[in-house]
């Protein structure tokens, strides 16, 4: 296998995936994202030199709204499937960065 | 026959001419679920009974008011669960959206209910529609109506068994990589993905937001293009959505393939793709050449890139399109927590299963600094040349021919241990989404053990109604199978 | 002997666009507003949401760039920035990274030295706003409110060319008010529509490469940017001369306390993943559309400065004051054209309007007054239908309610009394009565003649124009001018 997930990249991924594994899926992971990236390594064969990457597959451009406020207050539904609410506001736990 | 033995358009028809009434019809879909559901599990959420009858007799006013006319008013429907349905519980097969009650309905939705569609209920899938066998579902797997012992393929697999199964008489699904198609001719019906831009992606919960597609799936091609001719709109809420010059798909509902260029591609038709399905499908090209179109074999090239190109533009996409659900504003929230990060971490590694998890990871890792050239920009730039590849093709053809899977049904757990394994199997329809192309899937025979063959039409962009022509041409040459479920 | 160093600056400064809807939804931008209550599923990342372009935000971030000499990236595209922020309802922004709107520009500023420098601008971009996180400083809670969250903003990210606060202040106050002048945004750093984050590098003077540099956020006014630069000034250099290392890090600012903290936490790898936004479709600007916003563009304030100098004649010191502000010159040239004299006008913005504006703590571009009440004031004042001190205290009533001059004047009998007869009449009576101050005169203390002027006043109620009262005055003493 040509690529071996460290502990480290499992850790580091896993902050910005927030996303905690216990060990024994840390191990899983590893190892699953090795096979996964040897596979994908497939590219590597393919010249694309000077290919333009294509991110849009139609060339739409130019959709725009007009400035125009459409929206009322909608707070009741917005709030609705709230884990928790306070005076209208989504509540989490308290964080101070 | 049997009311639930009927197509859409069969049925809409004798609710039109009151031969039989919304609410008959939404009783007979009921009886089935309640029939076969224990057996089959193609919803996450059937709605009451009162709710839905209630529902029908609404829409059957309106038709006897002359309010709703269109051929699929008064007809029940199932909606895959990962399409936004006010005030109906709308999971993605996920622990992460068990209690998520949408306050507003996707568009494509909006547009069904205006035509008088009755909703059953949402269907079963592969967690936020990641993999390909609907066995990733937090809700349990779905089973396949021609063998409970089977997968009914993914990630769209409850809308296709229980179209199969007659626990509905069409369904929505969604498409990002063959989720469609694959599971359409696992279960012996008929599903397309349209050109990217057709239906609007408005209330469909993103999974690869430039790949994802709602198509329509059911018992035939007449249906299909009449659904999608319903949910079909261009729509100014996705900016993504495209303004087609027309939408008139049943106009392609034509009994004629006479003079179609039909490319067959080589490297389709290799090593890893199972023999009854080559000869089902060779077999069925037979019968077009038989009825008049010109078919020719090239090489499409390109073939073996497509899946691991999907797979880092999916992966990232999807990275970040699932990273919205932390607990804050719907959904699960972890019990047990100590900070905000805490909470946030624990919520997505409860909420997500395995498969979700590995995509989120992957996803992230290949954006990440360092990789994102190496990874991302290489798929896009093989994406770009995937995309030139079937332009070549449409160049010398009006379509392009092929299974729609490598295989048919395999076993229930036969996929999940090997991840890579399953996602071969997305071979033939991977590259379609790439594209942004069309493509409809139809059954076209059943192997040695009898499970269902599909046989996959690919057209231009914007070129839904050759294929839509061709399918049904075919279509007319042989029966509906039915699974035997009732 | 300690060494000499010299700072390098550039900012990213923060600019809330004066759009009435956010940037991808129809939601109303307006300040206040009960949480949640200027929200919809796209600005709170609802499932299945999608974001469609406000286009007057592509043409106000087009004018800025244009204002600012920037080239137009005439594809732009949009990106996901991604990190986790509860205050970040899709844990993504939408953002510019590869393909900003506009590129290469700068700004000529003065320096303190005196003389003329051009800061660079390396891009700006077009992105969304956060919401607001409300920490409860009692319970174990915070509270999210996402109205602010999808308020246009554009970041305006200069190269690393200013040396001192005096330069970092110079710049901001010229972005400021091109912005303003453009109408893009009323730039208040006190309320957040425009915000700085400084980024500082100490390096010995004559030095070529660059120090490790910092990045300082949360700074409210053009005070604490200063002090905030100075500080971490100090604290560099304090590092340096003890052989430590600066870190690579942000900083909070606490303006209370006067002393920056990092912000970085374990959870914040700094690694945002940016890609292409796949939900939005590229901008393409073409060359019409580019122009037609070039020709929307007002006067600048440079232009005007010329313009005043030539076309009204008012004094440089004037001309300063007066552009500014946007608002300040609107009304002073709207006045002008109403009634002309524009050394008087000028003195009425300058003076009176200036001092007002102090005493009540509000900007010039919050003035609420009309030209037109401005104008038929100083015809009062110019027709001696007022005195000097009526007219300010009308002008502090049109100053708060925009009255109408004449009708207030009349309803409230302010109209001064021009009546020569009447007028003689009083400065007699006064005379009369004040023997001793007509004997200092007549010994020659001619200043004493200020005291019966007001007295005559006091006399004719505030009713009467001083220099008639003052002329009937010297007549009766045989006073010459």
């Given at each position: 296998?040509?690529?071996?997930?460290?502990?480290?990249?499992?850790?580091?991924?896993?902050?910005?995936?927030?996303?905690?594994?216990?060990?024994?899926?840390?191990?899983?992971?590893?190892?699953?994202?090795?096979?996964?990236?040897?596979?994908?390594?497939?590219?590597?064969?393919?010249?694309?030199?000077?290919?333009?990457?294509?991110?849009?597959?139609?060339?739409?451009?130019?959709?725009?709204?007009?400035?125009?406020?459409?929206?009322?207050?909608?707070?009741?539904?917005?709030?609705?499937?709230?884990?928790?609410?306070?005076?209208?506001?989504?509540?989490?736990?308290?964080?101070?960065? | 026959m049997?009311l639930?033995k009927m197509t859409a358009l069969e049925l809409g028809r004798k609710i039109k001419s009151?031969e039989v009434?919304?609410?008959?019809a939404?009783?007979?879909?009921?009886?089935?679920?309640?029939?076969?559901?224990?057996?089959?599990?193609?919803?996450?959420?059937?709605?009451?009974?009162?709710?839905?009858?209630?529902?029908?007799?609404?829409?059957?006013?309106?038709?006897?008011?002359?309010?709703?006319?269109?051929p699929?008013?008064?007809v029940?429907?199932?909606?895959?669960?990962?399409?936004?349905?006010?005030?109906?519980?709308?999971?993605?097969?996920?622990?992460?959206?068990?209690?998520?009650?949408?306050?507003?309905?996707?568009?494509?939705?909006?547009?069904?209910?205006?035509?008088?569609?009755?909703?059953?209920?949402?269907?079963?899938?592969?967690?936020?529609?990641?993999?390909?066998?609907?066995?990733?579902?937090?809700?349990?797997?779905?089973?396949?109506?021609?063998?409970?012992?089977?997968?009914?393929?993914?990630?769209?697999?409850?809308?296709?068994?229980?179209?199969?199964?007659?626990?509905?008489f069409?369904?929505?699904?969604?498409?990002?990589?063959?989720?469609?198609?694959?599971?359409?001719?696992?279960?012996?019906?008929?599903?397309?993905?349209?050109?990217?831009?057709?239906?609007?992606?408005?209330?469909?919960?993103?999974?690869?937001?430039?790949?994802?597609?709602?198509?329509?799936?059911?018992k035939d091609?007449s249906d299909?293009?009449?659904?999608?001719?319903?949910?079909?709109?261009?729509?100014?809420?996705?900016?993504?959505?495209?303004?087609?010059?027309?939408?008139?798909?049943?106009?392609?509902?034509?009994?004629?393939?006479?003079?179609?260029?039909?490319?067959?591609?080589?490297?389709?038709?290799?090593?890893?793709?199972?023999?009854?399905?080559?000869?089902?499908?060779?077999?069925?090209?037979?019968?077009?050449?038989?009825?008049?179109?010109?078919?020719?074999?090239?090489?499409?090239?390109?073939?073996?890139?497509?899946?691991?190109?999907?797979?880092?533009?999916?992966?990232?996409?999807?990275?970040?399109?699932?990273?919205?659900?932390?607990?804050?504003?719907?959904?699960?929230?972890?019990?047990?927590?100590?900070?905000?990060?805490?909470?946030?971490?624990?919520?997505?590694?409860?909420?997500?299963?395995?498969?979700?998890?590995?995509?989120?990871?992957?996803?992230?890792?290949?954006?990440?600094?360092?990789?994102?050239?190496?990874?991302?920009?290489?798929?896009?730039?093989?994406?770009?040349?995937?995309?030139?590849?079937?332009?070549?093709?449409?160049?010398?053809?009006?379509?392009?021919?092929?299974?729609?899977?490598?295989?048919?049904?395999?076993?229930?757990?036969?996929?999940?241990?090997?991840?890579?394994?399953?996602?071969?199997?997305?071979?033939?329809?991977?590259?379609?989404?790439?594209?942004?192309?069309?493509?409809?899937?139809?059954?076209?025979?059943?192997?040695?053990?009898?499970?269902?063959?599909?046989?996959?039409?690919?057209?231009?962009?914007?070129?839904?109604?050759?294929?839509?022509?061709?399918?049904?041409?075919?279509?007319?040459?042989?029966?509906?199978?039915?699974?035997?479920?009732? | 002997?300690?060494?000499?160093?010299?700072?390098?600056?550039?900012?990213?400064?923060?600019?809330?666009?004066?759009?009435?809807?956010?940037?991808?939804?129809?939601?109303?931008?307006?300040?206040?507003?009960?949480?949640?209550?200027?929200?919809?599923?796209?600005?709170?990342?609802?499932?299945?949401?999608?974001?469609?372009?406000?286009?007057?935000?592509?043409?106000?971030?087009?004018?800025?760039?244009?204002?600012?000499?920037?080239?137009?990236?005439?594809?732009?595209?949009?990106?996901?920035?991604?990190?986790?922020?509860?205050?970040?309802?899709?844990?993504?922004?939408?953002?510019?990274?590869?393909?900003?709107?506009?590129?290469?520009?700068?700004?000529?500023?003065?320096?303190?030295?005196?003389?003329?420098?051009?800061?660079?601008?390396?891009?700006?971009?077009?992105?969304?706003?956060?919401?607001?996180?409300?920490?409860?400083?009692?319970?174990?809670?915070?509270?999210?409110?996402?109205?602010?969250?999808?308020?246009?903003?554009?970041?305006?990210?200069?190269?690393?060319?200013?040396?001192?606060?005096?330069?970092?202040?110079?710049?901001?106050?010229?972005?400021?008010?091109?912005?303003?002048?453009?109408?893009?945004?009323?730039?208040?750093?006190?309320?957040?529509?425009?915000?700085?984050?400084?980024?500082?590098?100490?390096?010995?003077?004559?030095?070529?490469?660059?120090?490790?540099?910092?990045?300082?956020?949360?700074?409210?006014?053009?005070?604490?940017?200063?002090?905030?630069?100075?500080?971490?000034?100090?604290?560099?250099?304090?590092?340096?001369?003890?052989?430590?290392?600066?870190?690579?890090?942000?900083?909070?600012?606490?303006?209370?306390?006067?002393?920056?903290?990092?912000?970085?936490?374990?959870?914040?790898?700094?690694?945002?993943?940016?890609?292409?936004?796949?939900?939005?479709?590229?901008?393409?600007?073409?060359?019409?559309?580019?122009?037609?916003?070039?020709?929307?563009?007002?006067?600048?304030?440079?232009?005007?400065?010329?313009?005043?100098?030539?076309?009204?004649?008012?004094?440089?010191?004037?001309?300063?004051?007066?552009?500014?502000?946007?608002?300040?010159?609107?009304?002073?040239?709207?006045?002008?054209?109403?009634?002309?004299?524009?050394?008087?006008?000028?003195?009425?913005?300058?003076?009176?309007?200036?001092?007002?504006?102090?005493?009540?703590?509000?900007?010039?571009?919050?003035?609420?007054?009309?030209?037109?009440?401005?104008?038929?004031?100083?015809?009062?004042?110019?027709?001696?239908?007022?005195?000097?001190?009526?007219?300010?205290?009308?002008?502090?009533?049109?100053?708060?309610?925009?009255?109408?001059?004449?009708?207030?004047?009349?309803?409230?009998?302010?109209?001064?009394?021009?009546?020569?007869?009447?007028?003689?009449?009083?400065?007699?009576?006064?005379?009369?009565?004040?023997?001793?101050?007509?004997?200092?005169?007549?010994?020659?203390?001619?200043?004493?003649?200020?005291?019966?002027?007001?007295?005559?006043?006091?006399?004719?109620?505030?009713?009467?124009?001083?220099?008639?009262?003052?002329?009937?005055?010297?007549?009766?003493?045989?006073?010459?001018?």
């Open positions: 296998m040509a690529n071996i997930i460290s502990d480290e990249t499992i850790e580091y991924v896993g902050i910005l995936a927030k996303i905690e594994l216990s060990d024994e899926e840390k191990e899983q992971a590893k190892k699953d994202m090795g096979n996964m990236l040897d596979y994908i390594d497939k590219l590597n064969e393919l010249d694309t030199e000077g290919v333009e990457p294509m991110s849009h597959v139609f060339p739409v451009d130019n959709v725009f709204r007009e400035d125009v406020v459409t929206n009322g207050d909608d707070r009741e539904k917005i709030l609705s499937n709230a884990p928790e609410e306070k005076d209208g506001a989504f509540v989490v736990p308290k964080t101070f960065d | 049997s639930m009151k009434s919304a609410a008959e939404a009783k007979a879909a009921i009886a089935q679920i309640n029939a076969v559901e224990k057996d089959i599990n193609s919803y996450v959420t059937v709605l009451d009974e009162d709710v839905i009858l209630k529902r029908a007799e609404q829409v059957q006013k309106a038709i006897d008011d002359g309010g709703i006319s269109g699929l008013a008064g029940p429907v199932a909606i895959k669960d990962n399409m936004c349905t006010e005030g109906i519980l709308t999971t993605c097969s996920s622990k992460i959206l068990g209690n998520f009650k949408p306050t507003y309905s996707s568009e494509a939705v909006i547009n069904l209910e205006r035509a008088g569609a009755v909703i059953l209920g949402k269907t079963n899938m592969d967690e936020f529609a990641m993999g390909s066998t609907t066995e990733t579902s937090f809700y349990g797997p779905t089973k396949n109506p021609w063998n409970t012992g089977h997968v009914p393929g993914g990630s769209s697999g409850g809308s296709c068994a229980a179209v199969a199964a007659n626990e509905c069409y369904a929505l699904g969604s498409d990002t990589g063959g989720s469609i198609r694959q599971p359409s001719s696992f279960c012996g019906v008929t599903g397309i993905k349209p050109t990217y831009g057709t239906v609007s992606r408005y209330g469909l919960i993103a999974y690869g937001s430039s790949l994802d597609q709602i198509g329509p799936v059911a091609v299909c293009a009449a659904i999608l001719e319903t949910i079909a709109s261009y729509d100014k809420k996705d900016s993504t959505s495209v303004k087609r010059d027309n939408y008139d798909f049943t106009g392609a509902l034509i009994d004629d393939v006479k003079g179609m260029k039909i490319g067959i591609p080589k490297d389709y038709f290799g090593a890893g793709l199972d023999a009854d399905v080559k000869n089902a499908v060779l077999k069925a090209v037979d019968v077009l050449k038989e009825k008049g179109a010109a078919v020719e074999e090239f090489d499409l090239s390109l073939v073996e890139y497509a899946i691991p190109a999907y797979y880092i533009i999916a992966s990232a996409e999807a990275s970040s399109n699932l990273a919205r659900f932390e607990g804050v504003k719907y959904g699960y929230r972890t019990d047990d927590y100590e900070s905000l990060h805490n909470m946030m971490k624990k919520t997505r590694s409860e909420g997500f299963g395995a498969e979700v998890k590995r995509r989120i990871m992957l996803g992230s890792f290949v954006l990440s600094s360092g990789y994102y050239d190496a990874y991302y920009i290489k798929a896009l730039r093989t994406k770009a040349l995937i995309k030139r590849a079937f332009e070549k093709a449409f160049e010398s053809y009006d379509m392009i021919i092929a299974p729609a899977a490598p295989t048919t049904a395999p076993k229930l757990g036969d996929s999940l241990n090997d991840p890579i394994k399953m996602y071969l199997g997305d071979i033939y329809t991977i590259s379609v989404n790439l594209a942004g192309l069309p493509g409809i899937s139809v059954p076209c025979g059943l192997d040695r053990n009898g499970l269902p063959i599909g046989i996959q039409f690919i057209g231009n962009c914007f070129e839904e109604k050759k294929i839509i022509q061709a399918a049904y041409a075919y279509e007319q040459t042989r029966e509906y199978a039915e699974c035997g479920l009732c | 002997m300690s060494k000499e160093y010299e700072m390098v600056i550039g900012l990213e400064v923060h600019v809330e666009l004066a759009t009435k809807t956010k940037i991808f939804c129809g939601c109303s931008t307006e300040f206040g507003g009960a949480p949640n209550s200027h929200t919809c599923p796209v600005c709170t990342g609802m499932p299945g949401s999608l974001p469609v372009l406000n286009k007057q935000v592509v043409e106000y971030a087009m004018a800025v760039g244009l204002a600012t000499n920037c080239t137009i990236n005439q594809n732009c595209k949009f990106d996901r920035k991604n990190y986790f922020y509860p205050d970040n309802p899709q844990n993504y922004q939408i953002s510019q990274l590869y393909y900003p709107i506009c590129i290469n520009g700068g700004v000529e500023i003065d320096t303190p030295e005196g003389g003329k420098k051009t800061i660079g601008i390396h891009e700006i971009h077009m992105e969304e706003d956060a919401g607001k996180l409300v920490h409860d400083e009692w319970g174990e809670s915070s509270l999210v409110d996402f109205n602010r969250s999808g308020v246009p903003l554009i970041e305006i990210v200069s190269e690393p060319d200013m040396r001192s606060a005096e330069e970092v202040i110079a710049y901001l106050e010229k972005l400021r008010l091109i912005i303003q002048y453009l109408g893009a945004s009323d730039c208040k750093l006190n309320e957040g529509s425009m915000r700085a984050d400084v980024n500082l590098s100490v390096r010995e003077k004559g030095a070529k490469e660059f120090g490790t540099r910092t990045e300082t956020k949360n700074l409210n006014s053009f005070k604490a940017i200063q002090r905030a630069i100075e500080n971490e000034r100090e604290r560099q250099i304090e590092l340096i001369e003890a052989g430590e290392k600066v870190v690579q890090e942000t900083r909070r600012w606490d303006d209370n306390k006067e002393y920056s903290y990092p912000m970085r936490s374990k959870e914040d790898a700094q690694d945002y993943r940016y890609f292409p936004e796949p939900d939005l479709v590229p901008i393409v600007i073409s060359d019409e559309w580019m122009a037609e916003v070039k020709a929307r563009q007002p006067e600048f304030r440079e232009e005007k400065a010329i313009r005043y100098a030539e076309e009204y004649k008012i004094p440089e010191y004037d001309i300063d004051i007066i552009t500014s502000s946007k608002k300040l010159a609107d009304i002073f040239e709207e006045t002008v054209a109403i009634c002309g004299n524009p050394k008087k006008v000028s003195n009425w913005l300058m003076v009176e309007t200036m001092y007002l504006l102090k005493e009540k703590g509000i900007d010039a571009d919050r003035i609420t007054f009309s030209p037109k009440n401005l104008a038929n004031l100083i015809q009062l004042v110019n027709s001696k239908a007022i005195n000097g001190n009526v007219a300010k205290e009308v002008f502090a009533k049109i100053f708060d309610e925009d009255i109408e001059p004449e009708a207030y004047v009349r309803e409230n009998g302010l109209t001064s009394v021009n009546d020569e007869g009447e007028l003689r009449k009083a400065v007699e009576k006064i005379i009369e009565a004040n023997p001793k101050s007509v004997e200092d005169i007549k010994a020659g203390k001619v200043k004493a003649m200020g005291f019966l002027v007001g007295q005559t006043m006091k006399e004719m109620k505030g009713k009467a124009d001083p220099g008639s009262v003052n002329a009937i005055l010297r007549e009766i003493f045989g006073i010459s001018e």
